[in-house]
């Protein structure tokens, strides 16, 4: 099935702006243009636009994004290369991952300590008990 920029920015929640912006930096080689040099995305499109935004949600650039590509079409001598990226772009997401745990520990923290607070009507009062 093909589906026009509209629909896919309809599907992907990803403006047609950038749709084009990823084509024109070379993430999107696989999509086809029909007769009229429209953009005919397929499924597996769509499957690419998924695995770009995973990518970038976790933090990796655009250039990176575009190497992994890159290194797909070059095929299977290539598959280390893409082994070893997806394993450091996960010690970078678990690092992430510590970090907003810690932020959500100190978060949870507070949340207790004012609870309390709103319950005694004093933060001095929960602040002078022992157990903070």
């Known amino acids: 099935m093909g589906y026009s920029i509209g629909q896919v920015a309809k599907k992907t929640n990803l403006s047609t702006y950038t749709l084009r912006y990823y084509e024109k930096e070379g993430l999107l080689p696989f999509v086809k243009k029909n007769s009229s040099g429209?953009?005919?995305f397929s499924d597996?499109?769509?499957n690419w636009l998924s695995m770009?935004?995973?990518l970038k949600e976790t933090g990796m650039p655009l250039k990176g994004i575009k190497q992994y590509i890159d290194w797909f079409v070059e095929g299977d001598s290539t598959l280390v290369k893409r082994l070893d990226m997806f394993k450091q772009q996960k010690i970078r997401i678990e690092e992430q991952i510590a970090m907003l745990?810690?932020?959500m520990n100190r978060i949870n923290y507070?949340?207790?300590l004012y609870e309390q607070a709103v319950a005694k009507g004093s933060l001095e009062q929960v602040l002078k008990s022992k157990k903070y």
């Open 38 to 40: 429209l953009r005919v």
């Open 44 to 46: 597996n499109d769509l």
């Open 52 to 54: 770009i935004e995973c």
């Open 101 to 103: 745990q810690k932020n």
């Open 110 to 112: 507070k949340i207790e």
